[in-house]
């Protein structure tokens, strides 16, 4: 009714700026066409299209040309009306299209069916290529992202080794060992952080030492006395035998020596 129609102008005017999606507008609008007052429609729906990005979204217009149609707003305005959603819209315009290409079957002649399908044609030619182009874009971005994730897993790792394989210079220094070279593979400038734990033979008992390592693994590991056998722990990473043997000399006389090595036979901090 006109008083309803009143009510919703003065409420437009107290809340459109929190009006967000133009409800109070679009429901005086629907009044206005009950109303038949077609060019009031028509001015509110150019407001609303107008405002906040309205006129991409392929709801808006499919509302605004159901209104027209049910307010008997004729043929060349509704298809004047698909036509510049079909170009305007960009949410869903298979929608419009779709819209456009039904009613040109209906009240259109062949012509204008076939322009109506040209017309939808280019516009989906048009979203696909965005759509390939945006596709393109977020598979750079991932490629980009997972290549930068590998580099600082690699910098991790190789920062790691050289830090394993890194000499503390001023610790050996405090622990009062001067730098011993030694073969190759055992890494030789050593040392050691913390206080004496080894495996000392309290009855002065001895034994041959095993020369290759693998020889020595077998030795440690048969020889093994739970009672006469001690954990140390905290050494530096190029430590040898022969120097744990030497600074923990004046414990006894010691049987063996094992270093616990990794899978590739490098040391780890710990002995028994």
Sequence with gaps: ???????????????????????????????????????????????????????????????????????????????????????????????VCEALLAFERVEGSLKDWKEAN???????????????????????????TAEKKKGKKRSKRETSEKADDAVPSAAAREAGIEFVRGEKDEEAETSLTSGPVVAADDKGLSHDEPKSKKAKLTAARKDFD???????????????????????????????????RDFKFKLKNYAF
């Design 118 to 144: 040209e017309r939808c044609r280019m516009k989906m030619k048009e979203v696909e290529e965005r759509e390939a182009k945006r596709r393109e874009r977020d598979d750079k971005a991932a490629t980009a």
């Design 1 to 95: 009714s006109a008083s309803d129609s009143n009510a919703y102008k003065r409420a437009i005017d107290a809340q459109s700026a929190s009006d967000s999606n133009a409800l109070l507008k679009r429901t005086l609008a629907s009044i206005e066409g009950r109303l038949g007052n077609l060019d009031e429609v028509f001015r509110l729906w150019e407001e609303i299209l107008s405002e906040r990005g309205h006129r991409r979204e392929a709801a808006m217009w499919m509302e605004y040309v159901n209104l027209v149609q049910r307010s008997g707003g004729g043929t060349e305005k509704i298809r004047k009306l698909l036509r510049e959603g079909v170009v305007r819209s960009s949410d869903d315009p298979k929608r």
């Design 226 to 260: 739970p009672e006469r056998t001690a954990f140390v722990s905290n050494l530096l990473f190029a430590v040898t035998e022969e120097e744990l043997s030497a600074h923990f000399s004046e414990c006894g006389q010691i049987n063996e020596i094992h270093i616990v």
